[in-house]
């Protein structure tokens, strides 16, 4: 069983940065993909973006040149940055792996709240 732990997570100003991190129990190169999602109270969960083995990273139009998903294969470890936050991005973000199979693992989560 693949379990992800994330952190990184917690209270931030508007127009401030956050990095979330994404550790499986697996090796990261083994992931056919890596991604982000957030869910904020009342909404579904939502993609925020998205690293594939092979090939370009995806993001949602919400977070297109505000966020950068990349994987550290030496710190066996995914990141998302976070810039210029706003109130908006507030949310349990959580971190989903995805094996060449179609297997999906997810992370347990951690809030993002960002003050306006």
């Known amino acids: 069983q693949v379990q992800l732990m994330e952190s990184g997570g917690g209270l931030v100003q508007a127009g401030g940065s956050l990095r979330l991190s994404c550790t499986p129990s697996?090796?990261?190169?083994?992931?056919?993909?890596m991604a982000w999602y957030r869910q904020a109270p009342g909404k579904q969960r939502e993609e925020v973006a998205s690293?594939?083995?092979?090939?370009?990273?995806w993001y949602g139009d919400s977070v297109k040149g505000r966020f950068t998903i990349s994987r550290d294969h030496a710190k066996n470890t995914v990141y998302l940055q976070m810039n210029s936050l706003k109130s908006e991005d507030t949310a349990v973000y959580y971190c989903k792996a995805v094996t060449p199979t179609g297997d999906e693992y997810w992370g347990q989560g951690t809030q993002v709240i960002v003050s306006s």
């Open positions: 690293n594939p083995r092979y090939g370009s990273s």
């Open positions: 697996g090796s990261i190169f083994s992931f056919h993909v």
